[in-house]
Each structure stands twice: as C-alpha cells, then as structure tokens.
C-alpha cells in the first residue's frame, strides 16, 4: 500500500499564495516510476484536474484555469510533491488532493490514477 498526505492548506485572501505538499509512504517502491498529480474538487462539483508531474520531473502538464500561476515539482529524494500557488482567486477555493499515477507518464485523467490523499482545504477569500 502506499500513503499519500497532503498539508499547506488554509484560509488566503485573492492575490496571496500557499504552498501544497504531497508526502508519500510505505510501498513507494522507486518514486521516479510513477508520475504524480494534484487534483480539486469545489463543493457540489466534480473533481477536476490541476498539474501533472512524470516520474523523473521532465514533463509537466496544467490545467488551463491555473497555467502561469500554479507551479507543480517533486523532490523523490523524499518522496514528497508540491504545488506553489500564486495570485489565488475566489475560484480556486476546493479540497486539493494529490494522486499518484499508474505509470511513470503524468495523464490528466482521474482513472489513470491508483492512489489518493485525504484532500487539504484551501479557501480563497476575496
């Protein structure tokens, strides 16, 4: 099994910034395989992709409603994943989790994803 542990959220005001981590455990195996994810979900709303990340760092994706705000990066010396967000808006306000995929691409699809955190809050008011 594998852990995932979300941490960073909390309560901004439109323009500031927080920074997500994602830390992982028990059978990470080699944290390169994998490529990772973060993920948000408003209330009443589907969860949505944010970032992708692949196993080695290389290559990147986002969604179009975080490019040029949201930066996503790893450190698989300590298994851990992060996502700094910068400028927030009120639209931004969700539960944020982290997901690690099957293989060592970073997919934007949920079903491409095997593990998943509990979720972080981050609220965003204007």
Do not use: H
């Not at 992708?52 to 698989?76: H, L, Q």
């Not at 851990?80 to 931004?92: A, F, G, I, R, V």
Request: glycine share 10%.
């Amino acid at each position: 099994q594998v852990q995932l542990v979300e941490s960073g959220g909390g309560l901004v005001q439109a323009g500031g910034s927080l920074r997500l981590s994602c830390a992982a455990s028990g059978r990470t195996r080699i944290a390169s395989s994998y490529a990772m994810a973060w993920f948000r979900q408003a209330a009443g709303k589907e969860r949505d992709f944010v970032a992708s990340i692949s196993g080695s760092g290389s290559r990147i994706n986002y969604a179009d409603s975080v490019k040029g705000r949201f930066t996503i990066s790893r450190d698989n010396d300590k298994n851990t994943m992060y996502l700094q967000m910068n400028s927030l808006k009120p639209e931004d306000t969700a539960v944020y989790y982290c997901a690690r995929a099957r293989g060592t691409l970073p997919p934007s699809q949920r079903s491409e994803y095997d593990y998943w955190g509990q979720g972080t809050q981050v609220t965003v008011s204007s």
